[in-house]
């Protein structure tokens, strides 16, 4: 009897102990969600900036060259001089246009002789209205020539067309140049010179009208520097086939340099409507293609978004969201498309 009522207790107790087993195992499968932190999307006006880079020059440079061929003289200044507006700079050999000063000046004598000499004849009826007009015009052309020969003995000498510094010595003395061919490339050093010239796409030059506001960051600096555009070309280039625009800065730093590297961030007038989302709440992220978890229902939505621009820690949005949409920020890495989750402050 006492063996009997004892093996009652002990199957009870392995029936209670399995029951509880399986209703910790039900609660275990049936408590499959996933614990997430939201984020309601926030909808806003914003320019998408125009992202482009350029180096650093002068709105006033000039590459010199003399007018005409010759061999040079001399060049009196090197890279990294600097000059001052007017100031002599290179000469070319004048022996050959000193000769032909000469030889223009005796001919324009010799015509000027020979049209009084034709003058005196025809007022004693010697000569004819004819032979008069005809050594008045050789008269004209000779001293047109004496002219051009002189022009050109004075272009024999290049001068400094502004206050700056010698970028770049193209030619030096004793080498045969010919007229046009650059000699010297000089860049004015005036702070209201300076400008950064970038390249634009003909997709980006339609969303800009100039004078639009600009961040620029130097890779010598650690600032941000601001400015606005300053010309816009209507043109592009022929090799580039690029649009440029000058963008001058506001505030300069104490040293600049021509040729320094710059990024530019160009803010368009024009403004679009986007959603802000955080920018770690992206994944699978790809040029300017995205997915975002959406919380829908108790299930996680997956969305896919184009991105318009970073900016710090939030990402632009122009598409594939709506604003106040509850974006997954935490937990995403769980999830899987129409996963069940469960929302956590």
Do not use: H
Request: glycine share 8%; aromatic share 6%.
């Amino acid at each position: 009897m006492k063996n009997t009522l004892k093996t009652s207790i002990i199957l009870l107790m392995l029936a209670a102990t399995m029951t509880a087993c399986k209703e910790e195992r039900k609660a275990e499968q049936t408590d499959s969600t996933i614990p997430v932190k939201i984020i309601s999307s926030a909808a806003l006006t914003q320019s998408q900036p125009v992202e482009t880079s350029g180096l650093l020059g002068s709105e006033n440079e000039a590459n010199l060259s003399f007018k005409v061929g010759g061999i040079i003289r001399e060049v009196l200044v090197k890279e990294g001089d600097r000059v001052r507006k007017g100031q002599l700079l290179a000469t070319l050999n004048a022996t050959e246009f000193a000769a032909q000063m000469a030889q223009a000046e005796e001919n324009f004598l010799k015509t000027k002789r020979d049209a009084q000499r034709t003058q005196n004849l025809y007022r004693d009826s010697v000569n004819t209205k004819e032979q008069l007009e005809n050594s008045l015009t050789a008269l004209n052309v000779a001293e047109k020539q004496l002219e051009i020969v002189r022009f050109n003995l004075s272009q024999a000498k290049i001068f400094a067309t502004t206050d700056g510094v010698v970028i770049q010595k193209l030619k030096n003395a004793g080498e045969l140049v010919e007229g046009g061919a650059p000699v010297l490339f000089i860049s004015s050093t005036s702070n209201k010179d300076w400008v950064i010239k970038c390249g634009l796409t003909d997709k980006d030059w339609t969303k800009l009208k100039g004078g639009e506001k600009a961040d620029i960051v130097f890779d010598a600096y650690p600032q941000t520097f601001s400015g606005s555009i300053a010309s816009l070309s209507q043109g592009s280039d022929a090799g580039s086939g690029l649009y440029q625009a000058e963008i001058r800065l506001n505030k300069q730093p104490a040293k600049l340099a021509n040729g320094l590297f710059a990024k530019v961030s160009i803010y368009p007038k024009q403004k679009t409507e986007m959603i802000s989302v955080p920018v770690d709440a992206l994944i699978e992220g790809e040029s300017d293609s995205a997915f975002v978890f959406v919380a829908s229902g108790g299930k996680a939505l997956k969305k896919q978004v184009k991105i318009a621009f970073l900016e710090g820690e939030k990402a632009f949005i122009l598409s594939g969201i709506d604003a106040g949409a509850k974006i997954i920020r935490e937990g995403s890495a769980y999830l899987a498309d129409g996963s069940a989750i469960k929302i956590v402050q």
